[in-house]
């Protein structure tokens, strides 16, 4: 086991790339889905936050599954309804088809997203667990990356059905690899922990964990709502401008190179110099000025780049946040109440600003409302720290 865990970490990293894979999807293809499909961009903005729409009513019970039915299992079924809503989505003629689509695959990475995490911690349980962690959450924008780079040239080469196909040809590859590769580590602790888990006194998350926890997951929402925007509206945006398909894609797969690199950076610096606050201001606010500027700018490609690497800089602080406001023994139950939070946010946001567009005309607005949210975070995170400093009461 120890000899393999690697090779096992691989088999998850490279499914999960799939996850990233499909998010890009809608976004790389949104011009030629208006046109074809008769769409506006709103329902643009619909289908790409249908992906999180359900999160908050899966997160909980795909732990629940993961436990009972093991979490290897849920992973292929979850893999296996992603590569199913890809197909569905490459045969669609209309917007409920697409969208039945696009539920199917968000539904399905979430639960691989819960579950995967559980896979890794037992994997690599004492030793290394950081380093696999920040392997497996990266697989994440590589995925988007490689969307990106990609899409396009299949958009405009086969037609925005054969992009479709091919995420979900690439969810089918990782489910199968997945079970080829992956095994599970010794069953003896299994059972001890679960009759643990059931004979302990049960603890029940205070009001203030509950708030601290909700505030965590709007920050972790507003800022990233700078490159969320970017990743969704951008292509938009650059072929408004007189670009193609294709060469939109490749111009902003740069911002999300650049974010792939910051995140482990991000997490080194921060350790290093042990001021998150000063960390998570400071990237906030110079992420929230390069995605605003970007609709000024003729040549946004340095904009872009910046706005990866200061999002990406603060992931690991803001990501802790959620272990620092819950109590262990209510770690479940905050971890899904702030999954909850982050996806209500990641469903509303696409839809408000493909709403935007359709009201102005402009694809540039989008980037304005990426900026303002991810300059909020600065906000809710001063909010958090007050709730933080309150006495606790009883």
Do not use: C
């Amino acid at each position: 086991m120890t000899q393999n865990r690697w090779l096992m970490l691989g088999a998850l990293f490279l499914a999960r790339v799939s996850l990233g894979y499909q998010f890009q999807t809608v976004a790389s293809v949104a011009p030629l889905l208006v046109l074809d499909l008769g769409i506006n961009f709103t329902e643009v903005g619909t289908l790409i936050g249908f992906f999180s729409a359900l999160g908050f009513v899966t997160a909980l019970p795909a732990g629940i599954a993961g436990r009972r039915f093991g979490e290897k299992r849920v992973v292929l079924i979850g893999l296996g309804l992603m590569a199913l809503g890809g197909f569905v989505m490459a045969g669609a003629d209309g917007f409920w088809v697409a969208g039945a689509g696009r539920l199917m695959v968000g539904v399905g990475g979430i639960v691989i997203t819960v579950t995967m995490v559980k896979l890794v911690g037992d994997l690599f349980e004492g030793r290394e667990v950081v380093t696999a962690m920040a392997i497996l959450m990266n697989s994440w924008p590589v995925g988007i990356a490689i969307g990106l780079w990609t899409q396009g040239v299949i958009a405009e080469t086969w037609g925005w059905n054969a992009v479709f196909l091919v995420a979900g040809l690439g969810s089918l590859a990782g489910m199968l690899l997945v079970a080829f590769v992956y095994r599970a580590p010794g069953q003896a602790v299994a059972p001890t922990a679960a009759v643990a888990e059931t004979t302990k006194p049960k603890s029940r998350i205070s009001q203030r964990e509950v708030t601290l926890v909700v505030i965590a997951g709007v920050i972790w929402t507003m800022f990233n709502g700078g490159f969320l925007m970017v990743m969704s509206f951008g292509p938009a945006l650059m072929v408004e401008r007189g670009s193609d398909v294709a060469l939109s894609g490749l111009l902003i797969s740069n911002g999300t190179i650049a974010y792939m690199i910051a995140i482990p950076l991000g997490a080194w610096l921060s350790e290093r110099w042990a001021r998150p606050n000063l960390v998570m201001v400071g990237s906030f606010a110079i992420g929230a000025v390069a995605v605003a500027l970007v609709p000024y700018v003729s040549d946004p490609l340095v904009l872009f780049v910046a706005a990866g690497i200061f999002i990406g800089i603060p992931t690991g602080n803001v990501m802790a946040l959620t272990v620092e406001v819950v109590r262990p023994e209510n770690r479940n139950t905050g971890t899904g109440l702030y999954y909850s939070v982050h996806h209500i946010g990641l469903t509303g946001m696409p839809i408000l600003a493909g709403w935007m567009v359709d009201i102005t005309g402009d694809a540039a607005i989008p980037m304005i409302v990426g900026g303002v949210a991810t300059a909020f975070a600065i906000v809710m995170l001063g909010l958090l720290r007050m709730v933080q400093r309150r006495p606790v009461r009883g």
